[in-house]
């Protein structure tokens, strides 16, 4: 399993790292909120450890960032609050699990298990539709629809024909754009 842990205190940062790392999981970690969204959008980890308040972008902003960018990592949100309202708050972003601090170890590696167990289909796509999208990067398109969903949510980019032909004439289990000689050598 693969963590990315952001927090901005080393200290708290190293032993948890170390920890996870005891527990057999490979994990990177951020100090600030600019530097735990760079990561996360250019590797894949498959649990994402946001602290709520991290300096240069706060951990809120992370979450909604990478909800809107459809990272499929899962995200645990760690926050400080004493009440009810900065889990909820949190949970409301997007995040799949939020967990108070102080907390114990032993629970933080059973809720990135689980979450980790789960596989999840991209955010907004119906399960019976996970295969008709195809993706590089950070692109991706809805083949049914013939419509790449932007960055902005609001914002549709039309596909004309011409683009989704090749893809008619690969398996429809493929779900990665191909390259120019992988079209050629399917057709």
Do not use: N
Not at 92 to 115: Q, S, T, Y
Request: proline share 9%; glycine share 6%; charged share 25%.
């Amino acid at each position: 399993m693969r963590v990315l842990v952001a927090e901005d205190h080393a200290k708290l940062a190293q032993t948890v790292a170390a920890g996870l790392r005891r527990e057999g999981m490979a994990v990177d970690t951020a100090c600030d909120g600019q530097e735990a969204l760079h990561d996360a959008l250019v590797t894949s980890y498959d649990v994402i450890v946001p602290d709520r308040d991290l300096p240069t972008l706060h951990g809120d902003e992370v979450c909604r960032r990478l909800i809107v960018r459809w990272c499929e990592s899962r995200i645990l949100m760690l926050t400080a609050a004493s009440t009810i309202e900065d889990p909820v708050a949190g949970l409301g972003l997007g995040a799949d699990d939020c967990l108070p601090k102080p907390f114990a170890f032993a629970e933080l590696v059973a809720r990135l298990r689980a979450l980790a167990r789960r596989s999840r289909p991209p955010r907004g796509l119906p399960h019976d539709q996970r295969d008709a999208l195809m993706r590089t990067a950070h692109l991706r398109a809805d083949l049914p629809q013939r419509q790449a969903p932007g960055l902005q949510p609001q914002r549709q980019l039309p596909l004309p024909y011409r683009q989704m032909w090749p893809h008619r004439h690969l398996p429809s289990s493929s779900r990665i754009f191909p390259t120019h000689r992988g079209v050629a050598l399917t057709i």
